[in-house]
């Protein structure tokens, strides 16, 4: 079946340009999360949903980072005024049920700030 | 200091060898507990959660140490494929998040 999906698989920006990441979990997963892995490093959580709602943002950086997932399936992670310190890849999971640690992973979306 | 520390290696091996990665764990109160193995350029999957009683799935042990906040995963018969970071993961209760740490790198040569 169809895993995790996210767009763009590469995104090279400008600094102080915006960006936004797509998510698209498994069909039916209640929960999905964002991570931020860089390289040599293990993912770093970001924030995470269940259905519409977003329950925990205590791990996005600063206020240029924000997520949506207003109809509890797709969501998109943006960034305002990226700065090259932003440049990783970003991750999106998602789980069946309401607070699992069972989490499938999405192939991530490399972002290069230049 | 970290929440989660894990040895980055790497851990070069021979096929059939037994190699055994560690990791420490900051918070006391954790209660869940997982490894998850990524391949290279690939993304993280969950290998196997890890229980208080140790447990078994194949040619992987993973065993859960609280009085020392330690995790162990033990892998018998190494093979080619097993070629990975494995990435040892505390659950946070309160919000269901994983909280990885850095991986340790395993090599497994012909």
């Known amino acids: 079946g169809a895993g995790v999906s996210q767009s763009p698989r590469y995104k090279v920006t400008k600094r102080g340009q915006d960006v936004a990441l797509r998510c698209d979990p498994i069909?039916?997963?209640?929960?999905l999360y964002w991570y931020r892995q860089a390289l040599g490093q293990g993912p770093e959580f970001l924030t995470y949903f269940n259905y519409e709602a977003q329950q925990d943002k205590s791990g996005l950086p600063n206020d240029r980072f924000s997520a949506e997932r207003p109809e509890g399936s797709i969501s998109t992670l943006t960034i305002q005024r990226t700065e090259q310190r932003d440049s990783a890849m970003y991750r999106c999971?998602?789980?069946?049920?309401?607070?699992?640690?069972?989490?499938?992973f999405g192939p991530g979306t490399r972002l290069t700030v230049t | 200091r970290k929440e989660v520390e894990q040895d980055p290696g790497p851990f070069n091996v021979p096929e059939g060898a037994t190699v055994a990665f560690n990791c420490t764990y900051s918070n006391s109160a954790s209660q869940s507990f997982f490894w998850y193995r990524q391949d290279c350029r690939k993304e993280p999957k969950l290998l196997m959660s890890v229980y208080s009683s140790g447990n078994e799935d194949g040619r992987f042990t993973a065993q859960l140490n609280r009085a020392s906040q330690y995790i162990s995963l033990l892998i018998r018969d190494s093979k080619l494929s097993d070629s990975a970071t494995y990435l040892c993961v505390v659950g946070s209760d309160s919000s269901y998040k994983l909280i990885f740490g850095s991986g340790t790198r395993l090599l497994v040569r012909p």
């Open positions: 999971a998602s789980s069946l049920s309401r607070g699992s640690y069972e989490q499938y």
């Open positions: 069909s039916g997963h209640v929960s």
